[in-house]
């Protein structure tokens, strides 16, 4: 049986292990939802840019630029689709109105 000093152990080291929100999925399914929580806007992931190499933080700003293109390119397609449907059926009914 464990202990609450034992608990409390854990959870400190928790606390400085940038992945101790990934602990139950494992690391590499945590990096997709690192991934999906930054396309949504979720932008935590920036203030980690800075404890990074100079070669890596080349990479994570290359990333993370096209993360933002890649997710906005699809969210204004979604809005561009809609926009289609809705004045579709308004060009339908409009005659109907007149």
Not at 33 to 47: E, H, Q, Y
Not at 49 to 54: G, K, V
Request: charged share 20%; aromatic share 12%; with cysteine.
């Amino acid at each position: 049986m464990r202990t609450d000093l034992e608990t409390q152990k854990e959870r400190d080291d928790l606390e400085g292990n940038l992945a101790a929100d990934y602990k139950t999925i494992g690391l590499h399914f945590g990096e997709f939802m690192w991934t999906l929580r930054m396309s949504m806007g979720d932008f935590s992931a920036i203030g980690e840019s800075t404890s990074l190499q100079m070669p890596e933080n080349i990479v994570f700003w290359l990333l993370w630029g096209l993360t933002v293109i890649v997710t906005c390119v699809i969210f204004l397609n979604f809005i561009v689709a809609e926009a289609c449907a809705s004045y579709s059926a308004v060009v339908e009914t409009l005659d109907e109105v007149i």
